[in-house]
């Protein structure tokens, strides 16, 4: 196997970007699920996603992965199709810095999975830095009741917070399916399985509302997810995990400003606070014991 040369300043400014991508398009999908529905948007967006993934990935005729490989594929695929599905669905009825603050405690929630699936330890750092971030999922939830913002938002906070534990499994996850595949071969697989299962759901919901004057935009959201996961793929190829993973907290910034920009909404004191208490968990659980050697993921 070639190995890619370490460039991790490079690498930090392609993640910042990668999240920024990903940030615009989440403005983008709560825009269109505010006009279309949740479930017409997923189905759309899903069909352009597999287009372009087998665009991409096809053509090279690689061979057919393995049944086991394959087994780990459908499971993803089938748990980003919930994680996707509550989130865009909350995205829609809570102000987007609120539900990107919520997010950050999956890699905590990870935490845990990892203690009980794969026997990994969790140390009293991990521990505070978990408490940490529950007290900053209870500050945002308490300002959003303080603020009488109505059972939407809270129904909302709860889909975003069920979509933050998908998150969770997901990580754990990617540390068998990056092992077994490639991004590309993930990246179809996954748009696959997500199509699959948005098509078996027409018998029961019906047709999904056309799209009309709103193509362009589920074009442009399907290419910012999937250019968001190849920026994802070059900069963790070039630099640890652990250095990149606090990029992902200049999502807040991102949220904050097209939030308010597109969609009129406030940040509130107690979102703020709520997220600096949850980005400082997760900063603490992140921390090594001095003298312990890093592990390496590959980011699918």
Known sequence: MNRVAQHPVQAFIVALVAVGVLSVMDAVMKALVLALGIYAVSVWRALVGLVMASALYL????PWPSRATLRIHVARGAVVTVMALLFFWGLARVPMAQAIALTFIAPLIALVLAAIVLGEKIGRRSV?????????VVVIVAGQARA???????LGTAAILASALCYAVNI???????QAAKPLEISFFQSLTITVLMLAAIPFLGMPE???????????????????????????ARAEAGYLSVTEYSAFLWAAALGWLVFDEGVSLYTIAGAALIVGGCLLAARREPGKAPEMEVAA
């Open 128 to 136: 505070l830095g978990s408490l940490a971030a529950f007290a900053g």
């Open 148 to 154: 009488e913002l109505g059972p939407g938002v809270l």
């Open 172 to 178: 754990v996850m990617m540390r068998h399916q990056a």
């Open 59 to 62: 053509p090279r005729r690689l």
């Open 210 to 236: 056309w799209p009309g004057v709103q193509w362009g935009w589920i074009v442009v959201a399907a290419a910012m997810s999937f250019a968001g996961v190849l920026l994802f793929a070059f900069a963790y």
